[in-house]
């Protein structure tokens, strides 16, 4: 049974904002200390969740994580009510209380590694959450993504589930943003693993060891993967994560050409592990990195909906760039596999250096797949109106750094997800 590609969408947590803890992300950092619209980024994401969904393809929510993040409040030496501990950390550690505070889980391209289950050795679908191990706020993300994808996907005859790699600095992995997978119906899939090299001003967040182990616990084909270096100039430009510069589906890989370190070496293999993919390259004469950068203009989806059309799923930032605009808008004429572009505001994710592309995680599941997964986290039309009605009820639409010292924020926030996973029908989701 052949597998179709399931987007799960980070739902965006009633926390969200701008406290620049992301390094080598140039927009996180330019964004520091501005004022979030939690309320309105919640509502950007379910809306670019329901026009994927209305394309015909399976669309799912990942849901955020309970922040502040009470727990390693705790682990640190924090204690007293929870009011009594947001209060002493604002006063004593206020670098570590917003990062407990982030609700970085919206970018669930960082989620985790998926491999299908026809590319697996034993016949599932495999999933490694990422260890997010360069950055505190990220890495406190892992205990959680695992529960929730256990939740989401609890049936062990059709679903493995790794333990994230151990941190380290050798073993930084930051999940499906560094891999892609190419395939054509009859043929064997081919991954494609970016790792990070350390660069002049940034250092690289994917290492080559946990790409690697990731592919051995998957049971990837070895003659089919390749392990491919992203360039230095790209990382110290802001590409953090490969996503940044390149998307694939189906047989089309697009990208910028500065985007590897190596060209020509990764081309040749790239089409040596699926020698029927298609390249569609944007030289940097025409689309300067910068502007690669600036507008997203990779950080797109790369869908294929039920009527086959390959279409672009970008952010506006990418229509509002001229050089990235007028490339997209040459590619959709071309002779090309890519058919259609769609640009969506997702601007408050963007401003922490999220586009659309790093707001969903792919789960390729065959028709039996999506069928075991647990029903109340696909949006229909159903979820999707419960969804924005839940987050109507609990959101706030704006959030000051000075905010994260508010004691009733922690509280509202705690309240707002227990009543998610209700609605969810999850109830044990934040504790199973
Ligand atoms: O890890 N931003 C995220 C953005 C992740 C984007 N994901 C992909 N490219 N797939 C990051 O850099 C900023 C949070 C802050 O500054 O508060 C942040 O973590």
């Not at 002493?88 to 985790?112: C, E, F, G, R, V």
């Not at 034993?122 to 959680?144: I, K, M, Y």
């Not at 993967?225 to 996503?243: E, K, M, V």
């Not at 508010?406 to 997800?417: C, I, K, M, N």
Request: with cysteine; charged share 25%; hydrophobic share 40%.
């Amino acid at each position: 049974m052949s597998a179709r590609e399931a987007n799960f969408d980070g739902l965006i947590g009633p926390t969200h904002n701008y406290a620049g803890l992301a390094l080598g992300n140039v927009a996180s950092a330019t964004n520091k200390g501005a004022v979030s619209n939690p309320k309105a980024a919640a509502l950007q994401g379910l809306a670019k969740a329901k026009a994927v969904a209305e394309t015909g393809l399976v669309q799912g929510v990942l849901p955020p994580h309970p922040r502040p993040d009470f727990r390693t409040l705790h682990a640190l030496g924090f204690r007293g009510s929870e009011a009594r501990m947001i209060e002493q950390a604002a006063k004593d550690a206020p670098d570590i209380l917003a990062n407990l505070y982030s609700a970085s889980a919206m970018w669930t391209a960082n989620a985790a590694t998926i491999a299908p289950s026809a590319d697996a050795a034993d016949g599932r679908v495999h999933f490694t959450p990422a260890n997010l191990s360069s950055h505190l706020h990220r890495s406190l993300e892992a205990p959680q993504t695992a529960r929730s994808l256990n939740t989401i996907f609890a049936d062990d005859r059709r679903f493995a589930h790794h333990e994230p790699l151990p941190a380290g600095a050798g073993l930084g992995d930051e999940g499906a943003a560094n891999h892609t997978r190419l395939h054509v119906d009859g043929e064997g899939a081919a991954h494609i693993f970016v790792y990070g090299l350390d660069g002049e001003r940034f250092r690289a967040r994917q290492a080559r060891r946990a790409s690697e182990a990731v592919a051995r616990l998957h049971g990837l084909d070895a003659g089919r993967t390749a392990f491919l270096p992203q360039s230095r100039r790209a990382i110290d430009a802001g590409a953090f994560h490969n996503d940044v510069v390149g998307v694939g589906d189906g047989r089309v890989y697009f990208f910028h050409e500065h985007s590897f370190e190596d060209l020509d070496a990764a081309r040749a293999e790239i089409l040596r592990i699926a020698p029927y993919a298609e390249l569609i390259m944007a030289p940097a004469d025409e689309v300067p990195l910068d502007d690669a950068i600036r507008s997203y203009l990779f950080n797109s989806q790369l869908l294929t909906p039920p009527d086959g059309a390959k279409t672009l799923i970008l952010p506006t930032e990418a229509e509002e760039n001229e050089a990235a605009r007028r490339f997209v808008e040459k590619t959709v004429q071309a002779d090309n596999s890519i058919a259609a572009a769609r640009y969506f505001n997702v601007r408050e994710s963007m401003r922490n250096g999220g586009g659309p592309a790093c707001l969903r995680l792919r789960v390729a599941l065959t028709e039996d797949e999506v069928a075991a997964a647990h029903r109340g986290f696909l949006l229909t039309d159903e979820t999707y109106e419960r969804l924005t009605g839940w987050v109507e009820r609990w959101y706030r639409d704006r959030i000051a750094p000075d905010d994260l010292a508010d004691p009733a924020l922690a509280r509202e926030s705690h309240e707002a997800v227990e009543a998610l996973a209700d609605l969810l029908g999850a109830p044990r989701l934040y504790s199973a």
